[in-house]
């Protein structure tokens, strides 16, 4: 049981929130043009790191928004929450990289 | 004219039981806003549509007697209005031009008293009641068993209201009423 912040309402329940996968993936602007090959890596293909991870939140029984948030995969530290036209808070350590 | 008694879906049940007391609300008008709230042109819409103004803090929630003003989330307000809900509709998509709709039969809303009713709330509700944490005038959209809930604070002694969906009214208030045996 943990604890997330919510950009627009605060500290809340974690049963109150749903995790959408990985963050600040593009919609392809092309799509007419793209292969299968290409299609398959938009749809299927994602990084699943171990360790530091930028993926999308819903406040399902909240507010109803959506934000992302910065998370470790091992630990489940929430290093920051953001909304989505935020930049992007730095990875813990890596001297600034987003 | 008399208004008709329109239904709602637990039909006016109650609680009454040592510490506690639940009542459904008669039937309620709702009306869902969305706009940017922090423009003048939402704040003229308000002022003459309810008498009201578009300063709210997150989770908070302010009355003028006629109608009740709910913040939602940056973009959306919820009001409970003794006016028509379609005319207050029709007149806000034409002044402000985004998205307003009725939505009173959307949920109903139980009124909560008693000196057990924090105790209840947490029962299903894993958001912190406490009297410091949450305040007159606060209100929160959050769980209560499987149910959304929208929860709001009316009174010191205390007045919750819980506004929940249609579908799950009967699910909310039997979760009360067996709750309410042993808290
Ligand atoms: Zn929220």
Redesign the interface.
């Given at each position: 049981m943990f604890i997330i912040n919510c950009p627009y309402c605060g500290d809340r329940d974690q049963t109150e929130f749903s995790c959408h996968g990985e963050a600040h993936i593009p919609r392809p602007t092309e799509t007419a043009k793209m292969t299968d090959d290409e299609w398959g890596e938009y749809v299927f293909f994602r990084t699943n790191p171990k360790g530091y991870h930028r993926e999308r939140w819903l406040h399902d029984h909240g507010c109803r928004r959506w934000f992302n948030a910065l998370r470790h995969t091992v630990t489940d530290e929430f290093v920051a929450t953001y909304k989505i036209e935020d930049p992007r808070p730095p990875i813990p350590g890596e001297g600034g990289r987003s | 004219m008399d208004n008709p008694v329109i239904a709602t879906p637990l039909n006016a049940a109650k609680i009454d039981t040592d510490g506690l007391t639940v009542a459904e609300l008669g039937h309620t008008s709702k009306v869902n806003l969305r706009g940017d709230f922090s423009s003048s042109t939402v704040n003229n819409a308000l002022t003459t549509l309810l008498g009201m103004e578009s300063t709210l803090a997150?989770?908070a929630f302010v009355s003028n007697g006629a109608s009740t003003l709910f913040w939602?989330?940056?973009n959306?307000r919820l009001i409970y209005t003794d006016s028509d809900p379609e005319t207050i509709a029709s007149q806000w998509r034409d002044q402000v031009g985004t998205g307003a709709v009725d939505v009173s039969d959307y949920s109903t809303v139980l009124r909560l008293s008693g000196p057990k009713v924090r105790d209840v709330i947490v029962s299903g509700a894993?958001?912190d009641v406490h009297p410091d944490e949450f305040k007159v005038g606060q209100c929160?959209?959050?769980?209560f068993g499987n149910a959304?809930i929208l929860l709001s604070n009316h009174a010191e002694t205390p007045v919750f209201q819980m506004q929940v969906r249609w579908s799950f009214a009967e699910y909310a208030f039997e979760y009360i009423k067996r709750v309410a045996n042993y808290v």
């Open positions: - | 997150p989770n939602l989330g940056p959306e894993p958001f929160a959209q959050t769980r959304s």
